[in-house]
T-cell receptor
Framework: QKEVEQNSGPLSVPEGAIASLNCTYS??????FFWYRQYSGKSPELIMF????GDKEDGRFTAQLNKASQYVSLLIRDSQPSDSATYLC????????????FGSGTRLLVRP | GAVVSQHPSRVICKSGTSVKIECRSL??????MFWYRQFPKKSLMLMAT?????????EQGVEKDKFLINHASLTLSTLTVTSAHPEDSSFYIC????????????FGPGTRLTVT
């Protein structure tokens, strides 16, 4: 089992819809969770991070964390074609090295 | 978000030469920085953790003598690809961990290395 799992997609949604991206992780000791967006040919960009159970909202983005079920999700409201990218879920490692364990990413396509 | 710069953005070199890539944290002092490589349409692969003032910690399978990392200051880490070969051609990306937050990582824009 991979430490951080994401569906590779592509997830295709129409413009204006809600895109829901999911991620599961295996280490119950993980404490911090991150979502990055990566456009093709570019480096990852941090969108949100969350460490408490529940929802965290920032503009059109909402991160949801459920530690009991070991999943974290990212909702994108009013999806725009410019949101089309690969979204990477990352979880902090159990040790003190500050390493992040990345999922392989979900490709999102927002259709105009 | 915080700004991390990386230089050069693109480099082409001949086989056998060495290439140095610089990574600078502009908004905060980063005691810990990371180096990744990414092949087209593939996942990020962590190469090493760069610790200010101490030796880098390399991931399994990464040759420390080939990929030299130096983290001489709190804002600068360098990666030198020594005796580069065509199979070293890749997208190299650094990141800096923010000690003032959750140690979230901010990525540099990446360096595309092509070895001919």
């Amino acid at each position: 089992q991979k430490e951080v799992e994401q569906n590779s997609g592509p997830l295709s949604v129409p413009e204006g819809a809600i895109a829901s991206l999911n991620c599961t992780y295996s280490d119950r000791g993980s404490q911090s969770f991150f979502w990055y967006r990566q456009y093709s040919g570019k480096s990852p960009e941090l969108i949100m991070f969350i460490y408490s159970n529940g929802d965290k909202e920032d503009g059109r983005f909402t991160a949801q964390l459920n530690k009991a079920s070991q999943y974290v999700s990212l909702l994108i409201r009013d999806s725009q074609p410019s949101d089309s990218a690969t979204y990477l879920c990352a979880v902090n490692g159990r040790d003190s090295s500050y390493k992040l364990i990345f999922g392989s990413g979900t490709r999102l396509l927002v259709r105009p | 978000g915080a700004v991390v710069s990386q230089h050069p953005s693109r480099v082409i070199c001949k086989s056998g030469t060495s290439v140095k890539i610089e990574c600078r944290s502009l908004d905060f002092q980063a005691t810990t920085m990371f180096w990744y490589r990414q092949f087209p349409k593939k996942s990020l692969m962590l190469m090493a953790t760069s610790n200010e003032g101490s030796k880098a910690t390399y991931e399994q399978g990464v040759e420390k003598d080939k990929f030299l990392i130096n983290h001489a200051s709190l804002t600068l880490s360098t990666l030198t690809v020594t005796s580069a070969h065509p199979e070293d051609s890749s997208f190299y990306i650094c990141s800096a961990a923010n000690p003032g937050g959750l140690y979230e990582q901010y990525f540099g824009p990446g360096t595309r290395l092509t070895v001919t």
